[in-house]
């Protein structure tokens, strides 16, 4: 490997820790609470300890030398794998096998599409919006089904805008969409999405990701909220945050990725969004927040997913004096049909 390659790299991977470690220094820790889950800050340490050991060996040029046979691995691999030191031709058959799904899993990556339309979900009614800052943005959501046929749905968010987190964000929607077909649990989902995305050279920070699937039947909604903004769900006029079971991905090693499961009845709403609108400013400087998104739902509550995305979308125009947003914005809307209203 030649010193571009290198170069390249460290330049990289000294830009995550750097934007890890400024992102720790300035950001709140009520932020922090909800981008970490129920873990503590001191998690991030040892992240920040594989990307230093990596820095150090694209400066003394052995990232990448195979432990076994003091060769490279191959390009490719570090590419998606920064911390990758055995050549494949050393793995054991299980390990080779491993590795054989996640590059298949990658090649699949590469020719999934996205997303043209919301789909009609069994008893749900929904309504969605996007609108990047930009060009092109790091928001994304969609509308899919598990590997058992329940429906699912997911919102995302790249810390980040541009090209770059448009890139990355194609990438994570195509994983995603192959991912969910293999497994039943939203945190198995994450697990994996945390494996692909941890070590990748081109994350360069982390994504905030909530994905959920629904079972018609019992009307159970089993999710995983990764460090992305709590979810709103409203019902019998009492509203309720759903908040982080799981740190963002990217932003730590290995862990347990958790799930929680919540019970839903007719007419229950739940309102997802990026930090683009509740983090809108109007000219003082006054971020819009989330108690007017909450106050906007208690009081239209009856209006259908549309209607509501709409008046959300009417409310941040009027407190930013219709100025452009920072920041990509995204909101979904997911309310439970009545049955008996539906053949009324």
Same mark, same amino acid.
């Given at each position: 490997?030649?010193?571009?390659?290198?170069?390249?790299?460290?330049?990289?991977?000294?830009?995550?820790?750097? &934007?890890?470690?400024?992102?720790? +220094?300035?950001?709140?820790? +009520?932020?922090?609470?909800?981008?970490?889950?129920?873990?503590?800050?001191?998690?991030?340490?040892?992240?920040?300890?594989?990307?230093?050991?990596?820095?150090?060996?694209?400066?003394?040029?052995?990232?990448?030398?195979? +432990?076994?046979?003091?060769? #490279?691995?191959?390009?490719?691999?570090?590419?998606?794998? #920064?911390?990758?030191?055995?050549?494949?031709?050393?793995?054991?058959?299980?390990?080779?096998?491993? /590795?054989?799904?996640?590059?298949?899993?990658?090649?699949?990556?590469?020719?999934?599409?996205?997303?043209?339309?919301?789909?009609?979900?069994?008893?749900? @009614?929904?309504?969605?919006?996007?609108?990047?800052?930009?060009?092109?943005?790091?928001?994304?959501?969609?509308?899919?089904?598990?590997?058992?046929?329940?429906?699912?749905?997911?919102?995302?968010?790249?810390?980040?805008?541009?090209?770059?987190?448009?890139?990355?964000?194609?990438?994570?929607?195509?994983?995603?969409?192959?991912?969910?077909? +293999?497994?039943?649990?939203?945190?198995?989902?994450?697990?994996?999405? &945390? #494996?692909?995305?941890?070590? &990748?050279? &081109?994350?360069?920070?982390?994504?905030? /990701?909530? /994905?959920?699937?629904?079972?018609?039947?019992?009307?159970?909604?089993?999710?995983?909220?990764?460090?992305?903004?709590?979810?709103?769900?409203?019902?019998?006029?009492?509203?309720?945050?759903?908040?982080?079971?799981?740190?963002?991905?990217?932003?730590?090693?290995?862990?347990?990725?958790?799930?929680?499961?919540?019970?839903?009845?007719?007419?229950?709403?739940?309102? /997802? #969004?990026?930090?683009?609108?509740?983090?809108?400013?109007?000219?003082?400087?006054?971020?819009?927040?989330?108690?007017?998104?909450?106050?906007?739902?208690?009081?239209?509550?009856?209006?259908?997913?549309?209607?509501?995305?709409?008046?959300?979308?009417?409310?941040?125009?009027?407190?930013?004096?219709?100025?452009?947003?920072?920041?990509?914005?995204?909101?979904?809307?997911?309310?439970?049909?009545?049955? @008996?209203?539906?053949?009324?």
């Amino acid at each position: 490997m030649d010193k571009k390659f290198f170069g390249r790299f460290r330049q990289s991977l000294v830009g995550q820790r750097e &934007n890890i470690q400024e992102w720790l +220094e300035t950001t709140t820790p +009520e932020e922090k609470q909800v981008r970490l889950g129920p873990l503590p800050e001191t998690s991030i340490q040892k992240h920040l300890e594989v990307l230093d050991v990596a820095v150090a060996k694209a400066e003394d040029k052995t990232l990448g030398l195979c +432990e076994v046979c003091n060769d #490279y691995v191959e390009m490719s691999r570090l590419e998606v794998d #920064y911390t990758a030191s055995v050549c494949i031709d050393h793995y054991t058959e299980d390990q080779r096998r491993k /590795l054989e799904n996640e590059l298949e899993l990658s090649q699949k990556v590469q020719r999934a599409l996205l997303p043209q339309q919301i789909p009609d979900l069994p008893g749900l @009614e929904l309504a969605a919006f996007t609108q990047p800052a930009r060009i092109v943005g790091g928001d994304y959501f969609d509308f899919f089904h598990f590997k058992d046929g329940s429906p699912g749905l997911v919102i995302a968010d790249v810390m980040g805008k541009g090209v770059a987190a448009s890139l990355l964000m194609a990438s994570l929607q195509a994983s995603l969409r192959i991912l969910v077909t +293999e497994e039943e649990e939203p945190r198995e989902v994450v697990k994996r999405l &945390n #494996y692909l995305f941890c070590h &990748n050279i &081109n994350l360069t920070k982390f994504v905030t /990701l909530f /994905l959920a699937r629904y079972e018609p039947d019992s009307k159970t909604l089993n999710y995983c909220n990764a460090g992305h903004n709590p979810p709103l769900l409203f019902g019998n006029q009492k509203s309720r945050w759903l908040q982080s079971t799981s740190p963002a991905i990217g932003l730590v090693e290995n862990f347990q990725f958790e799930s929680a499961v919540i019970t839903l009845v007719p007419g229950d709403i739940l309102l /997802l #969004y990026t930090d683009g609108v509740t983090e809108a400013r109007n000219p003082g400087e006054e971020e819009f927040g989330t108690d007017r998104l909450a106050d906007i739902l208690t009081a239209n509550a009856r209006l259908s997913p549309r209607e509501l995305v709409t008046s959300v979308r009417r409310s941040i125009q009027e407190f930013t004096n219709g100025e452009s947003l920072e920041d990509d914005t995204t909101i979904v809307v997911v309310k439970v049909k009545d049955p @008996e209203k539906e053949f009324n």
